[in-house]
């Protein structure tokens, strides 16, 4: 099965830049949607950025688009979100998911949708 394993998060000070990594130690998620979502305290679970199976289609919320990258890795069963330009309103726990779907280059971006999901990492911005 697909086991996803987050690391990358920390705290940076405003305009700083972070590099949040989503590694498969389990079954290979080539062909996958994945995607990444964050949930800051008393909030719900925001889309952030997600990539399509194929790897060839990507979509950003308004909020991240220009600051946010979202790619993937297929030699290390990896998926990276690279963050720029942060603000303290993207402080949360960040989580990555994936979804097995037949159409690889489908753009998901609910979270109801993914059915594996990582552990999440904090992301901290200070003023």
């Known amino acids: 099965q697909v086991q996803l394993v987050e690391s990358g998060g920390g705290l940076v000070q405003a305009g700083g830049s972070l590099r949040l990594s989503c590694a498969n130690s389990?079954?290979?998620?080539?062909?996958?949607?994945m995607g990444w979502f964050r949930q800051a305290p008393g909030k719900g679970r925001e889309f952030v950025a997600t990539?399509?199976?194929?790897?060839?289609?990507?979509y950003y919320a308004d909020s991240v688009k220009g600051r946010f990258t979202i790619s993937r890795d297929n030699a290390k069963n990896t998926v990276y979100l690279q963050m720029n330009s942060l603000k303290p309103e993207d402080s949360a726990v960040y989580y990555c998911?994936?979804?097995?779907?037949?159409?690889?280059?489908?753009?998901?971006?609910?979270?109801?949708?993914?059915?594996?999901w990582g552990q999440g990492t904090q992301v901290t911005v200070s003023s």
């Open positions: 998911a994936a979804k097995s779907t037949h159409y690889s280059g489908t753009i998901y971006t609910r979270h109801v949708e993914f059915g594996y």
């Open positions: 389990g079954r290979t998620f080539s062909g996958y949607a």
């Open positions: 990539m399509s199976g194929s790897g060839d289609n990507t």
